[in-house]
């Protein structure tokens, strides 16, 4: 069984971070390791704050996880600060680690996890693939996204400046993005559905698939149709609907 790592935040819902994606990696085949960067005072529905581990913390977790471990592929979500990031860019560089990026700026209820994007640079030009959401794309290319056109506009921006690029398209009524040697859209059905952690469900189903050996063009897809399968199947166990 193939072995794929997360380095996030911990989540005590599970709706998100390490533990969600590690519910992901299991559901697509993978067996899922946990690299936590900071803990989070949260629930399924609101954000009161977060503790960053030291880089130190967060080096000796990776180091020992690939001591063990064959892992190629890494999915990095909240890093918590510069320090962290930089931290884990370097092991991306050391192991040689294909990495997913998800470059979360603030929660969905606004709450801020880093203090600036350029917390984030080093770490999102050693990424393999970054997965910005549509706010996240606007503050990362400079460019307000409001159709098609700007949505392009920014994707080519985003990956001349890092790479591949995938924006999600949750603000976009359902459309994603991908952005490599060639533009490709991936529609489905907006189910209208307000569901905590569907961004790091699909950066991690993204990595798992790329774990499996699947081109990225083909892990852009089967990440699409495995997130609106969880949306589709949400289980309503709090003020609001998680997945099951």
Request: proline content about 4%.
């Amino acid at each position: 069984m193939k072995v794929v790592m997360s380095i996030a935040g911990f989540d005590p819902s599970s709706g998100a971070g390490v533990i969600r994606d590690i519910i992901t990696f299991r559901k697509i085949g993978l067996y899922g390791v946990g690299v936590v960067t900071a803990i989070t005072y949260q629930n399924s529905w609101d954000i009161y704050g977060f503790k960053p581990l030291t880089p130190e913390d967060v080096g000796k977790q990776i180091d020992a996880l690939m001591e063990d471990f064959q892992i190629t592929h890494v999915k990095v979500g909240m890093v918590a600060n510069n320090h962290i990031a930089n931290l884990i860019a370097n092991k991306i560089e050391e192991y040689n680690l294909v990495a997913v990026v998800d470059p979360i700026l603030k929660s969905s209820s606004g709450y801020a996890f880093i203090s600036s994007p350029e917390d984030l640079e080093n770490l999102l030009k050693k990424a393999s693939v970054i997965t910005p959401n549509v706010p996240e794309a606007e503050v990362l290319s400079g460019v307000k996204i409001k159709d098609e056109e700007s949505a392009i506009k920014a994707g080519k921006i985003l990956r001349e400046k890092y790479g591949p690029t995938i924006i999600k398209g949750g603000h976009l009524d359902g459309v994603d993005y991908l952005f490599d040697d060639e533009i490709v859209k991936e529609e489905m059905e907006h189910l209208g559905k307000d569901i905590h952690g569907t961004g790091c469900v699909y950066s991690s189903a993204l990595t798992a698939h790329l774990a499996l050996g699947y081109s990225l063009k083909i892990s852009f897809r089967l990440s699409r149709e495995f997130l609106q399968s969880e949306i589709r199947n949400s289980i309503n166990v709090s003020k609001r609907e998680l997945f099951p």
